[in-house]
């Protein structure tokens, strides 16, 4: 399914909102400044890695959900994951804590196709 930039970025926003609440606009507190950086970061991470596969496979629902898990787990995984055990690391993305936000962007994602 080809997607719009438009669509891109709110499935972005939608995965980024249910993983972390909303994204603070106006923040108020030094927590509500790294949230909104944090998912600044985030988007142009997404960003980053749609451009470069999108050249190459078009702008597609799999590409944009590809670009989203790819920052969950190698960048916001950096952040939740809090531990030098590889073990516990490898557990959290093959069956714990960023498998899991991976399954919930991938079911985002297919929810666009319904």
Not at 26 to 33: H, L, S, V
Not at 34 to 57: N, P
Request: no cysteine; proline share 4%; hydrophobic share 45%.
């Amino acid at each position: 399914t080809q997607l719009s930039r438009a669509q891109v970025q709110d499935l972005w926003v939608d995965v980024l909102t249910k993983l972390d609440g909303p994204i603070p606009v106006n923040p108020k507190t030094g927590w509500d400044e790294r949230r909104k950086a944090q998912a600044i970061a985030g988007l142009a991470h997404a960003s980053r890695v749609f451009d470069t596969e999108s050249a190459q496979f078009g702008p597609t629902l799999w590409v944009a959900a590809n670009a989203i898990t790819h920052y969950i787990q190698h960048e916001r995984a950096a952040h939740s994951v809090r531990t030098k055990d590889a073990a516990q690391r490898t557990y959290a993305a093959w069956d714990g804590s960023v498998a899991d936000d991976v399954a919930l962007a991938l079911d985002t994602a297919a929810q666009l196709t319904r």
